[in-house]
């Protein structure tokens, strides 16, 4: 029969929110006790009669048929799913809920794990460090943690509910709570997730993992059954953070589609390979006294660049995008000279655990390797390469240039040459920085491009400026002063064909008689550019300085300004480590500015002397995440006007 009840708490697994409706189906086989109680000695449940609870056998089959993910390295955050209860009892209106939740199968059940933090809907409630963070829940969680091998034994709650009969669960990482109050999650059982380190062998879990260690790691297992001795990886650089495999897809498949994103080769020879060949020496070295020379000398050809996709897309699990699929694309560029007519997009999907910017690194590193890929290389070599075939990296010297050639086919001709072809490797790899070395420093590349001065006029023209090597990140940054008669306002900047976006002046947008503002733009255009900038009037002293920067965000970190009357203005403007400060003064009199600034990154001034004495121009490069302090001072106690801006 089938008995339908009101519960006062939801199952975010079966349910969402608020009061639901569930069904509990019992037969002649099989009779359902909602059990509130857990016995503490073991044998049959104990209840209290109130019908509080949903029928365990529906709980547990709702895992039934579903992929249970293999979790590989590193300490990722993985989201659990329930494998006992939930079992409910009410004491002084309080639901308590007993339940367990699994986090899937380690790949290596002889290794050791820790258990480093629990969140429950989202909310961390159990650090490693601090303990509970939530009323009710035990400090000593971690004893409820099992770690995933052959051989652990089963939680006490199962044992004494099942006895002797009781699962272990083992290989699976699980967690078991005891009577947590469901108070604080709106009497419903929460999503679990927990950070689980993977510390075998002294391992360092926030290290990560090689990715060809997780392939092999991955191999070894008895969800896939390949020994040392039938799969081995060779050069692989690249490393993940974790890798948590729940597709539903063969070991092969997930080799192909690494193979679509990395440059390697799956090869079946006397066992699996995966090769990374551009990371390794290459196999053999034709010189030119090693390959046949005209007329069957070397030719090079291109395939059309409509075969290779315009957009790769790769999405991964992002780590700080709290373990979600992320897309990561790359194209070839389309501005501002289109590279290809291409429109079509690949999409690769695979269980890997990183981040962005390693992401970025990979998708980058493939649309390179598919540019370089579309040279066809064919050669004779003489019979000092009659070992080559197809697969093996040949290095093919000539006066003019050395390339690598991975050989796709080989012909081996009766008088012992071998005819060759192929496709040219990109010889470079991936890899990582350990944290703290030091590489130098980062900072934004900024260029003092030169000043313009202008007596009078409504709009004030700068031709034939150079804006350096064109860069999708590259900022271009005017900042300029002004005085006149009346005040004037702002009418328009153009900076190489593009509308200048305001980043800050010293009166709003309003209109002034003594001015500074800055503003920006991305252009495309290089050499032979043009600024250009409107009043709503005619003005005098005009004075200006472009600058190039790059990389650069496309909006400023900090802006701020003052105007006024005084002898000095002092603004402050917060500054990134990496990043840089520009900012422009002017006083009303011809009264000599000075400048000053704090900090460790010591500004540099620019007052040209071809610029009118009132006008100051300056920037630095900044070396720190802090405030800055900028003030103009000068001996006469007229209007001045300031504005500066900061970028990262």
């Given at each position: 029969m089938a008995i339908t009840e009101t519960t006062g708490f939801s199952d975010p697994y079966f349910n969402t929110g608020g009061f639901s409706k569930v069904t509990l189906v019992t037969s002649p086989l099989f009779d359902y006790?909602?059990?509130?109680?857990?016995s503490g000695t073991g044998g049959d449940p104990v209840t209290d009669g109130a019908l509080t609870g949903v029928a365990p056998e529906e709980v547990a089959a709702a895992t039934y048929g579903k992929v249970i993910p293999i979790v590989i390295g590193g300490a990722p955050r993985i989201g659990g799913f329930i494998i006992y209860g939930p079992k409910y009892r009410t004491e002084s209106d309080i639901v308590y809920c007993s339940f367990g939740v699994s986090f899937g199968l380690q790949c290596n059940p002889d290794g050791e794990r820790e258990l480093w933090e629990v969140r429950m809907d989202g909310v961390k409630v159990w650090?490693?460090?601090?303990?509970?963070?939530?009323?009710?829940l035990p400090d000593n969680l971690d004893n409820d943690f099992m770690e995933g091998t052959e051989d652990q034994d089963p939680h006490a709650l199962l044992v004494a509910d099942y006895g002797a009969a009781a699962p272990s669960f083992r290989s699976q990482c699980c967690l078991f709570f005891e009577d947590l109050p469901l108070t604080s999650f709106d009497n419903h059982v929460p999503f679990v997730s927990a950070v689980i380190a993977d510390v075998t062998d002294g391992a360092d879990p926030t290290d990560g993992i090689l990715l060809g260690d997780a392939l092999e790691a991955l191999a070894a297992t008895p969800y896939v059954g390949l020994s040392s001795d039938e799969f081995v990886t060779s050069g692989i650089t690249a490393r993940i953070d974790a890798l948590i495999d729940a597709e539903r897809s063969s070991f092969m498949d997930l080799l192909l589609r690494l193979a679509r994103l990395l440059p390697l080769d799956v090869v079946q020879t006397d066992k699996l390979r995966v090769i990374e060949r551009s990371s390794i020496e290459p196999d053999i070295v034709l010189t030119p006294g090693r390959i046949l020379a005209a007329p069957e000398a070397i030719s090079v050809g291109r395939v059309q660049e409509t075969d290779v996709a315009q957009e790769l897309e790769f999405i991964y699990i992002d780590i700080d995008r709290d373990y979600e699929f992320v897309p990561q694309p790359a194209r070839r560029p389309t501005a501002p000279i289109a590279l290809t007519s291409s429109r079509s997009k690949e999409t690769i999907r695979l269980p890997l655990v990183t981040t962005a910017s390693e992401a970025i690194s990979w998708v980058t590193l493939r649309k390179y390797w598919d540019e370089v890929s579309r040279e066809q290389i064919a050669f004779t070599a003489l019979p000092y390469g009659m070992e080559i075939e197809p697969g093996a990296m040949v290095e093919v010297v000539t006066d003019l240039k050395t390339w690598v050639v991975r050989i796709t086919e080989t012909l081996h001709e009766a008088r012992g040459t071998v005819r060759c072809a192929g496709t040219p490797?990109?010889?470079?790899?991936?890899?990582?920085?350990?944290?703290?070395?030091?590489?130098?420093?980062?900072?934004?590349?900024?260029?003092?491009r030169g000043g313009a001065t202008a007596t009078s006029g409504t709009t004030i023209t700068i031709p034939n400026i150079d804006f350096g090597p064109y860069e999708s990140s590259r900022v271009i940054?005017?900042?300029?002063?002004?005085?006149?008669?009346?005040?004037?306002?702002?009418?328009?900047?153009?900076i190489g064909g593009s509308s200048g976006t305001l980043a800050v002046d010293s009166n709003g947008g309003g209109a002034f008689v003594v001015g500074s503002a800055i503003y920006y733009a991305q252009p495309s255009g290089t050499t032979g550019q043009t600024v250009s900038v409107t009043f709503s009037g005619g003005v005098q002293a005009f004075a200006l300085a472009i600058y190039r920067m790059t990389p650069g965000t496309a909006t400023p970190y900090d802006t701020n300004s003052a105007g006024g009357s005084g002898t000095t203005f002092t603004i402050p403007i917060d500054v990134a480590d990496g990043g840089a400060v520009i900012e422009t003064a002017r006083s009303q009199s011809g009264s000599v500015l000075s400048a000053s600034y704090d900090g460790v990154d010591s500004l540099t001034v620019d007052i040209n002397a071809s610029i009118v004495s009132q006008f100051a121009q300056s920037h630095a490069t900044t070396t720190e995440t802090a405030t800055r302090n900028i003030g103009y001072s000068s001996p006469l106690s007229t209007s001045k006007v300031i504005a500066a801006a900061s970028w990262v």
């Open positions: 006790h909602p059990i509130t109680t857990v650090t490693v460090e601090d303990g509970s963070l939530l009323s009710g490797v990109l010889r470079c790899s991936l890899s990582n920085i350990d944290e703290g070395t030091d590489i130098g420093e980062q900072t934004i590349a900024i260029y003092f940054a005017v900042a300029f002063s002004f005085g006149a008669t009346l005040a004037r306002s702002i009418s328009s900047v153009s």
